[in-house]
């Protein structure tokens, strides 16, 4: 019985290492910015790589008074642009930290 206290012991410090890891990962994607365009880059929107949008840019071309829905639509469809840019980073990132998960798993 007490042989598998070394092993949980290798488990534990593996999942703590990993831990440390994923949240390193994290703060790191955060400091990054992704931008995203729509109506011909008349609308830049711009995230973090935790997916908050930090700011959106308009040309003037972009800016009907008489059709505000579109301008609405644009920004909707640059700050999609720039999350999905975003996710992708992120998840290349922390999918090969997270796949560790499943082999940390003791061998019975």
């Not at 007490?2 to 955060?30: G, R, S």
């Not at 931008?35 to 790589?49: D, E, I, K």
């Not at 579109?70 to 640059?78: I, M, P, S």
């Not at 999918?95 to 061998?107: I, K, Y």
Request: hydrophobic share 45%; aromatic share 2%.
């Amino acid at each position: 019985m007490t042989d598998e206290l070394p092993d949980l012991q290798a488990i534990l410090a593996q999942a703590q290492q990993l831990q440390e890891q994923l949240l390193a990962t994290q703060a790191e994607l955060a400091q990054q910015q992704f931008s995203g365009t729509a109506g011909g880059g008349g609308v830049t929107a711009t995230v973090n790589g935790s997916g908050d949008l930090v700011g959106v840019t308009f040309t003037a071309e972009v800016i009907d008074p008489d059709d505000p829905e579109l301008l609405a639509d644009l920004v909707v469809a640059a700050y999609r642009d720039a999350a999905t840019q975003a996710d992708q980073v992120r998840q290349a990132a922390l999918d090969p930290l997270t796949g560790m998960l499943g082999s940390a798993e003791p061998d019975v």
